[in-house]
Nanobody, 123 residues
């Protein structure tokens, strides 16, 4: 399984970005896809997750109401729409895949990881 994350960049506070995670090399109907982030000097933290087939969704409290996760089954791609970005959202964002239909917030429960994409929010 390969995961390719893209879409990061520099944005001002209050702005928006959309991250994409293209998945390949697997049958994803029984997978959950997640987004995590890691800021400098901090541990990797859960952002959001979606089960591929059932659409079960979870968000971290810090991003609820601002971020939206979605998937395009035809393109094997998961998106993270990030609105009203704040400087504290600055981090490297990683997509991950879990061989389970239930979204999880613990990084060690995910089996595959993509490379990160940097999101920088200026104040």
């Amino acid at each position: 399984v390969q995961l390719q994350a893209s879409g990061g960049g520099l944005v001002q506070a209050g702005g928006s970005l959309r991250l994409s995670c293209a998945a390949s090399g697997g049958t994803f109907s029984s997978y959950t896809m997640g987004w995590f982030r890691q800021a400098p000097g901090k541990e990797r933290e859960f952002v959001s997750a979606i089960s591929w087939s059932f659409g079960r969704i979870g968000y971290a409290d810090s991003v609820k109401g601002r971020f939206t996760i979605s998937r395009d089954n035809a393109k094997n791609t998961v998106y993270l729409q990030m609105n009203n970005l704040k400087p504290e959202d600055t981090a490297v964002y990683y997509c991950a895949a879990r061989i389970d239909i239930t979204p999880a917030q613990t990084a060690r429960l995910y089996n595959y990881w993509g490379q990160g994409t940097l999101v920088t929010v200026s104040s």
